[in-house]
């Protein structure tokens, strides 16, 4: 019988970790996760917000294992192998490998991967990605994904078979890659990623990670959603009774995504300050990548490893003139000196094709300025922002199957058929 640790966790009590996460865990590669917050730069907002990706990583491959070690007791027609229940354990694990600090990962959208090196922050659209502006890395979030994982497995001599590393890659991307043999079995694509309709076991663990520690109120229970799904017909499924509280789910997590990033209109004055303060490091970064070669991390997984929140403290801690601009940026924020939010516009649905970027950009702004203000393009930021359920315009609600207890093994389409 293998080996396990037992850890205390605030938000799911005692956690049973076996020998094979422990050995991921004692990994460079894993532990840099305990220096990155969960929530960016809402920390410098929030004092609460001070969890970190290692402890919801943790988080995620137990509830994890705990579905699908339940699905395997409950559902042995199933017959799911131990292996596909270390291999879901394992991807719960490393699911955010790859994530660098929030203000990176906003800087590296810009900075060496533009031609436009060494421009303002306006450049380029914040909200294309590294494939929009430099197209021959094809670079995506799940081949830095995969890049981390396998420098993480072959630095570590994990032992992992070759068939396994590919299912724990296809389990974080949440669909199976073209080396993947597990195609056949849907369900086991649902767990960690689910991009069927987002309910899955990440989404899970940071809604009630993020309600406790910014200490968001919500009725929603992760346990009862869990203990009601079911396999059917290759995908998970929920009891049709559950519509509610998968309803409460997705309101929560749009609740911790505003006061954490966002904050409704009733809150503005901590929403300017983390946006604030967010671009103010993006600056920073800006600035400090021609000497400290930020950019080039992307490509290298032994690189990528330092991009954490740890960097802010590499820059305020150098003496050098070079990283002087960057220096001063960072003080501003440790000051409060922080950019000025000037306004915020909820353009209605119908509005949407007369208020797009071609007409509502910082050279449009400025030209309404009066004669004494010498603004520049470059002194304005515009966020476009969309709030949704993380499936666009779609509701995700529609994409998930119910069963009742008169059928546990048939389900209903979607909610639309169990609400009028």
């Known amino acids: 019988m293998s080996g396990y640790k037992l850890i205390n966790d605030p938000i799911h009590g005692h956690i049973r970790l076996d020998d094979f996460c422990i050995e991921v865990i004692d990994t460079a590669q894993f532990q840099r996760l305990r220096d990155l917050k969960q929530n960016g730069s809402a920390y410098f907002v929030f004092p609460g917000a001070s969890h970190n990706r290692f402890e919801h990583s943790i988080g995620v491959s137990y509830l994890a294992g705990t579905l699908i070690e339940r699905f395997q007791r409950e559902q042995p027609d199933l017959e799911i192998t131990e292996s596909e229940v270390k291999c879901v354990k394992l991807a719960g694990l ?160 749009i609740l911790s995504s505003e006061h954490a990033i966002l904050h409704p209109l009733s809150h503005m004055h901590t929403h300017e300050i983390g946006k604030a303060i967010e671009y103010m490091i993006t600056d920073a970064l800006l600035a400090a990548d021609p000497h400290l070669d930020i950019s080039d991390a992307v490509l290298r997984g032994d690189e990528y490893v330092n991009l954490t929140d740890d960097i802010l403290r590499v820059i305020e801690c150098s003496r050098g003139d070079e990283l002087a601009p960057a220096r001063a940026i960072i003080k501003r924020i440790r000051t409060r000196q922080l950019y000025k939010f000037v306004d915020e516009v909820l353009i209605p649905q119908e509005m949407k094709l007369h208020f797009t970027k071609d007409n509502i950009n910082p050279r449009e702004i400025i030209a309404y300025q009066d004669d004494n203000d010498q603004l520049g393009e470059h002194d304005v930021i515009i966020e476009w922002l969309r709030i949704n359920y993380a499936m666009k315009d779609r509701n995700p609600v529609d994409m998930i199957r119910f069963y009742s207890k008169f059928n546990e093994n048939g389900w209903l389409w979607h909610a639309c058929l169990v609400i009028p």
């Open 94 to 253: 490393c699911h955010d490998l790859v994530h660098a600090a929030s203000e990176v990962r906003r800087a590296l959208l810009v900075i060496g991967l533009s031609p436009l090196n060494g421009a303002s922050i306006l450049a380029v659209d914040l909200s294309l990605g590294i494939n929009d502006v430099r197209p021959e890395l094809a670079w995506t979030h799940e081949k830095a994904s995969e890049m981390m994982l396998e420098y993480l497995v072959d630095d570590n001599n994990i032992d992992l078979e070759r068939d396994e590393v590919e299912l724990i890659k296809s389990l974080i991307d949440g669909k199976p890659s073209s080396e993947c043999r597990h195609s056949q079995r849907s369900f086991l694509f649902d767990i960690v990623a689910n991009k069927r309709n987002s309910v899955d076991v990440d989404k899970f663990d940071y809604i009630e990670r993020d309600c406790y520690n910014l200490g968001i109120k919500s009725s929603y229970d992760t346990s009862r959603l869990m203990s009601m799904s079911r396999v059917v017909d290759n995908q998970i499924c929920f009891h049709h009774k559950e519509v509610y509280n998968i309803y409460d789910m997705f309101h929560t997590s």
